[in-house]
């Protein structure tokens, strides 16, 4: 089983910088796209940014080059710098994974599965 662990939300005024960072735990899988994700109270969960196994990013249109997504795969990792916060990018964030399991010869399924952390609230204040 994987498992998505994120980590560096909180409470922020507004203008100032958080940084998300997520790790996948688990035996014998591969990770494909990564990306990270929010949900307002009472709206859907929307994607804020993603990160393809190549490097390519893609980001929502009201991130307006705020936010900056990475990842280290030797880490299994995916991160989120968020500058310059308004009290609008409030919300829980969650991380996702688009993860393939593999078998001890290193063989990996074609695929994929959606993989999800726990969600970590930011809060951006006036």
């Known amino acids: 089983q994987v498992q998505l662990v994120e980590s560096g939300g909180g409470l922020v005024t507004g203008g100032g910088s958080l940084r998300l960072s997520c790790e996948a735990f688990g035996e014998l899988f591969t990770i494909d796209d990564m990306g990270w994700y929010r949900q307002i109270p009472g709206k859907q969960r929307s994607p804020v940014a993603s990160i393809t196994r190549a490097g390519n990013t893609n980001y929502a249109d009201f991130v307006e080059g705020r936010f900056a997504i990475s990842r280290d795969d030797l880490r299994n990792q995916v991160s989120l710098q968020m500058t310059s916060l308004k009290p609008d990018d409030t919300a829980v964030y969650y991380c996702?994974?688009?993860?393939?399991?593999?078998?001890?010869?290193?063989?990996?399924?074609?695929?994929?599965?959606?993989?999800w952390g726990q969600g970590t609230q930011v809060t951006v204040s006036l």
């Open positions: 996702h994974a688009k993860i393939r399991k593999c078998d001890y010869t290193g063989r990996c399924t074609p695929y994929q599965s959606d993989y």
